[in-house]
């Protein structure tokens, strides 16, 4: 499975993916989640220590190909799954974790960094790896690059006018990229208004509906995982019945 969170800034987006890339770790797929967001927040939701390394410059090389183009590879005896055991960091429930880096140092390094990131992503077989991403907020970023792994979009939705505004644009850009499928998650809801509120204000399916939770607020505060503080919460239950909707139509396919 390769899904990839998009929505407004505080929409939902890192406390949702980290619980759902460690649910679908627990049925026994091998999950990368992938931070591309230079904010942090995938890092506390999944129970990985926050740290900024990302991939290091020096994982790719530089190439010419036969036009006498300037291209970039990863650097010769990595191959994607071994960048991923060396640069990534293992969660509780075994997810690998892989950052982007944040937004820091020399900018040459960086966009070797990105180049790195993009040429291990790109490269991975879906056989052997689920993959879950985060992507940064907004609108435009999300996918000119970093959301092209995606197979489903799940584009997150606050009950709110702004959020369901920014999720409509986020489907129009999603409808129009690689993406074959995008549908919606509905968050913070309390009731069943909320959802359809989400449904008519994105125009989408809605593939989910996480409750508000305030044990997630508490979480946040301590500045630990959800799953590590309370399994037995309702977005933990309700990230946990999206994750086996998905994976069951996913089957079917
Ligand atoms: N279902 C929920 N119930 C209560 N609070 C939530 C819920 N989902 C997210 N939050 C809170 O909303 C804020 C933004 O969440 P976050 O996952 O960081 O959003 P994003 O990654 O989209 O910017 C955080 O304080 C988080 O704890
Ligand atoms: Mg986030």
């Given at each position: 499975m390769r899904v990839a969170f998009v929505g407004k800034?505080?929409?939902?987006k890192s406390s949702i993916a980290g619980v759902f890339a460690r649910m679908l770790a627990r049925q026994g797929a091998r999950v990368l989640a992938l931070d591309s967001d230079p904010m942090p927040g995938l890092a506390y939701s999944l129970g990985v220590p926050s740290q900024d390394a990302g991939i290091p410059a020096d994982a790719v090389e530089e190439y010419e190909d036969d036009d006498g183009r300037r291209r970039y590879r990863l650097?010769?005896?990595?191959d994607p799954s071994a960048a991923i055991e060396r640069y990534s960091t293992v969660s509780p429930d075994g997810v690998r974790f892989l950052q982007?880096?944040?937004?820091?140092?020399v900018k040459g390094e960086n966009s070797l960094s990105h180049q790195a990131y993009q040429l291990i992503v790109d490269s991975l077989s879906s056989d052997d790896w689920s993959v879950v991403g985060d992507l940064p907020g907004?609108?435009?970023?999300?996918?000119?690059?970093?959301?092209?792994?995606?197979q489903t979009v799940l584009v997150v939705a606050e009950p709110t006018p702004a959020s369901v505004l920014t999720a409509r644009r986020l489907a129009r850009l999603a409808l129009h990229s690689s993406a074959p499928r995008v549908l919606a998650v509905a968050n913070k809801t309390r009731g069943e208004a909320d959802v359809r509120y989400v449904e008519r204000g994105t125009g989408l399916p809605v593939a989910g509906s996480v409750p508000y939770d305030e044990t997630q607020r508490d979480a946040d505060r301590r500045g630990v995982a959800l799953l590590d503080l309370d399994a037995d919460t309702p977005l933990v239950a309700a990230v946990a019945s999206l994750v086996s909707s998905l994976s069951a139509e996913e089957a079917l396919r």
């Open positions: 800034g505080g929409a939902g650097r010769s005896g990595l982007l880096g944040k937004a820091r140092g907004g609108t435009r970023q999300a996918f000119f690059g970093w959301g092209r792994f995606a």
